[in-house]
Nanobody, 128 residues
Framework: QVQLVESGGGLVQAGGSLRLSCAAS????????MGWFRQAPGKEREFVAA????????HYADSVQGRFTISRDNAKNAVGLQMNGLKPEDTAVYYC?????????????????????WGQGTQVTVSS
């Protein structure tokens, strides 16, 4: 497992941008697929985006495709989520998560139950 800490959340106007960062500790980071999930009050935690072990494959929820970009820097043990064109419905607590690497199917890498490392979350609020 790896320890994860998110940062970069805040308040932004609709149409604006934010960049979230996830700092990981642990030498096993490079063996992990990494993902971002979010949870709004009264709703289930939902998949947002993921990147595989070597960074060559990315996956996105339909709701954020074309607006959000996930990236990783294995040299820095870090994962980012660039969020553009933010909408009020993007308001949620965003969580960074890690799972043992190797997933290639969206059906697998998008499931929160497959992740064994989680950050504490960072609040993103988008006003209209």
């Amino acid at each position: 497992q790896v320890q994860l800490v998110e940062s970069g959340g805040g308040l932004v106007q609709a149409g604006g941008s934010l960049r979230l960062s996830c700092a990981a500790s642990g030498r096993t980071f490079i063996t992990y697929d990494m993902g971002w999930f979010r949870q709004a009050p009264g709703k289930e935690r939902e998949f947002v985006a993921a990147v595989n072990v070597n960074g060559q494959s990315t996956h996105y929820a339909d709701s954020v495709q074309g607006r959000f970009t996930i990236s990783r820097d294995n040299a820095k043990n870090a994962v980012g989520l660039q969020m553009n064109g933010l909408k009020p419905e993007d308001t949620a607590v965003y969580y960074c998560a890690g799972r043992r690497g190797g997933a290639t199917l969206l059906e697998i890498i998008s499931q929160a139950s497959g992740y064994d490392s989680w950050g504490q979350g960072t609040q993103v609020t988008v006003s209209s």
